[in-house]
DNA sequence: AGTGCGACCCGAACGC
DNA sequence: TGCGTTCGGGTCGCAC
């Protein structure tokens, strides 16, 4: 399940493969996929290149000469490069081919991923991109901008460090692991933190997200990046995951608990 | 405005 | 063995 981390490897990966060669043909197989008009999606590329990769939050951001590509992997979206006359996997719902005859294709076998293509000067009111919230390693990701965001947050600290315009880019399996780090009750409500506890998660997010990026990821059930890269970071895991394993620190089994539907491990002892 | 929750998907895991 | 059911996960949109 790709999460900022692994949508980083993405875009590096992909910048190295298909930047700057001219794209001759879109061909979409799953069309809710498609946030924007399905027509122009197939023809609005066409004699165009990518000629960057951009990247807010977990979004990655085609960039052409006059559109932006915005692509949300969710759950399980992945890209592959394959020769065109190769076979379409089932999960294949978007493929790009080049005047080389190579092909871009996205794979997504939850077909919960999202693409939208929009014109460049769209950008900034596009509003999955625009509300997007500061990300780790950020140098305005501090405690007094967490506490002005958590002020009148009355949820469970977890349920908020999951809102991409606070922090952009934390998932599920990344909060677990920044609460554990931060000492911090998943439980907790968002406006109790204390500055000590809102530079813990600064801190952690950026420790956490700067290993994981370094790392390729973190794989859990069907994550490769489109080389075929394995993502490492599953070996720091400390708490996602590990229900009833000793905590590193104090022993106490880690425990699993839902918080806002989603799954949330913690030590009871380390994060009272 | 903040909050809660269903919808979107389908493979894996589980129950019988 | 096989069939039916449940679950999960990020985001959006709607109801309150």
């Given at each position: 399940m790709p999460e900022i981390a692994?949508?980083?490897?993405?875009?590096?990966?992909?910048?190295?493969?298909?930047l700057n060669k001219k794209i001759t043909k879109v061909e979409v197989f799953y069309e809710p996929m498609i946030e924007s008009n399905i027509t122009s999606f197939t023809k609005d590329l066409i004699n165009h290149s990518f000629i960057d990769i951009k990247r807010?939050?977990?979004?990655?951001?085609?960039?052409?000469?006059?559109?932006y590509l915005l692509s949300h992997l969710r759950m399980e979206g992945k890209f592959f490069l394959k020769k065109s006359n190769e076979p379409k996997d089932k999960h294949e719902h978007v493929i790009f081919t080049f005047q080389d005859n190579t092909t871009l294709r996205y794979h997504d076998t939850r077909?919960?991923?999202?693409?939208?293509?929009?014109?460049?000067?769209?950008?900034?009111?596009?509003?999955?991109i625009a509300k997007q919230g500061l990300?780790?390693?950020?140098?305005?990701?501090?405690?007094?901008?967490?506490?002005?965001?958590?002020?009148?947050?009355?949820?469970?600290?977890?349920?908020?460090l999951l809102?991409?315009?606070?922090?952009?880019?934390?998932?599920?399996?990344?909060?677990?692991?920044v609460l554990f780090y931060a000492r911090i009750n998943p439980l907790k409500e968002a406006s109790k933190l204390t500055k000590e506890e809102c530079d813990l998660i600064?801190?952690?997010?950026?420790?956490?997200?700067?290993?994981?990026?370094?790392?390729?990821?973190?794989?859990?059930?069907s994550y490769t990046s489109s080389l075929g890269v394995t993502g490492r970071f599953q070996q720091k895991l400390k708490v996602h995951k590990k229900e009833g394993e000793p905590c590193s620190i104090c022993n106490t089994p880690i425990v699993n608990i839902k918080i806002g539907g989603r799954s949330t491990y913690y030590c009871p002892t380390c994060q009272k």
């Amino acid at each position: 399940m790709p999460e900022i981390a692994e949508v980083e490897t993405v875009r590096n990966t992909l910048k190295s493969q298909i930047l700057n060669k001219k794209i001759t043909k879109v061909e979409v197989f799953y069309e809710p996929m498609i946030e924007s008009n399905i027509t122009s999606f197939t023809k609005d590329l066409i004699n165009h290149s990518f000629i960057d990769i951009k990247r807010k939050g977990k979004w990655l951001i085609f960039e052409t000469e006059d559109r932006y590509l915005l692509s949300h992997l969710r759950m399980e979206g992945k890209f592959f490069l394959k020769k065109s006359n190769e076979p379409k996997d089932k999960h294949e719902h978007v493929i790009f081919t080049f005047q080389d005859n190579t092909t871009l294709r996205y794979h997504d076998t939850r077909k919960f991923g999202r693409m939208n293509l929009i014109k460049k000067e769209e950008l900034a009111t596009t509003a999955s991109i625009a509300k997007q919230g500061l990300e780790p390693g950020d140098k305005n990701l501090t405690s007094s901008y967490l506490l002005t965001k958590f002020k009148n947050k009355k949820l469970p600290i977890k349920t908020v460090l999951l809102d991409q315009t606070i922090i952009s880019g934390l998932g599920n399996i990344y909060v677990n692991e920044v609460l554990f780090y931060a000492r911090i009750n998943p439980l907790k409500e968002a406006s109790k933190l204390t500055k000590e506890e809102c530079d813990l998660i600064v801190k952690g997010s950026n420790e956490i997200i700067t290993e994981a990026i370094k790392m390729g990821g973190t794989t859990i059930k069907s994550y490769t990046s489109s080389l075929g890269v394995t993502g490492r970071f599953q070996q720091k895991l400390k708490v996602h995951k590990k229900e009833g394993e000793p905590c590193s620190i104090c022993n106490t089994p880690i425990v699993n608990i839902k918080i806002g539907g989603r799954s949330t491990y913690y030590c009871p002892t380390c994060q009272k």
